[in-house]
T-cell receptor, first 115, second 113 residues
């Protein structure tokens, strides 16, 4: 089945640790996105990538890093520099048609908790 | 000014009524507009996309776009308890190269019996 797979579903991080969230898609989508959602809040854009080996910072990129070595994969690393990482992380992808962009499809999310 | 603004609600409507959800955006160059529904603890799912001024209908849902006023809305007719969720407005500005997709904070809708 085509879709976006995020793993793990739940992740616990100790203070000072780096952790990596996985996002894989088999939809042949060009663009991929990472969002963070805090309780009762909307989605805030962390990073996005248009093509392989290229990505742009979103609105809250500090304390996060990404890579896009393959079209299908867009992992997000939450570094120790991110002081308040407890949140729901969502990965999305879409076909990029330039001016009239298509809708984005989401993975099931990863809930990260600092312990 | 936020790029995409929504009233956080909650918006409470009785079952069978029309729910009206509103969204404004700041970038006049935006070309693509989306409404998503999100149940608590779940990921967002697409309800409607709209690209041109006017109305677009899909079942009980109607999206309305007014680019001159930088305003997009979602109407839900015959509201059902299962429609109780948070509704997120998303906008894709045209930047020429990258395709940023920005969400509002969402409006929580409660459909009461």
């Amino acid at each position: 089945d085509g879709g976006i797979t995020q793993s793990p579903k739940y992740l616990f991080r100790k203070e000072g640790q780096n952790v990596t969230l996985s996002c894989e898609q088999n939809l042949n989508h060009d663009a991929m996105y990472w969002y963070r959602q805090d309780p009762g809040q909307g989605l805030r854009l962390i990073y996005y990538s248009q093509i392989v080996n290229d990505f742009q910072k979103g609105d809250i990129a500090e304390g996060y890093s990404v890579s896009r070595e393959k079209k299908e994969s867009f992992p997000l690393t939450v570094t120790s520099a991110q002081k308040n990482p407890t949140a729901f992380y969502l990965c999305a992808s879409r076909v990029d048609r330039g001016l009239l962009n298509t809708e984005a499809f989401f993975g099931q999310g990863t809930r990260l908790t600092v312990v | 000014q936020k790029e995409v603004e929504q009233n956080s609600g909650p918006l409470s409507v009785p079952e069978g009524a029309i729910a009206s959800l509103n969204c404004t955006y700041s970038d006049r160059g935006s070309q693509s507009f989306f409404w998503y529904r999100q149940y608590s603890g779940k990921s967002p799912e697409l309800i409607m996309s709209i690209y041109s001024n006017g109305d677009k209908e899909d079942g009980r849902f109607t999206a309305q776009l007014n680019k001159a006023s930088q305003y997009v809305s979602l109407l839900i007719r015959d509201s059902q308890p299962s429609d109780s969720a948070t509704y997120l407005c998303a906008v894709s500005p045209y930047t020429g190269t990258a395709s940023k997709l920005t969400f509002g904070t969402g409006t929580r809708l409660q459909v009461t019996l």
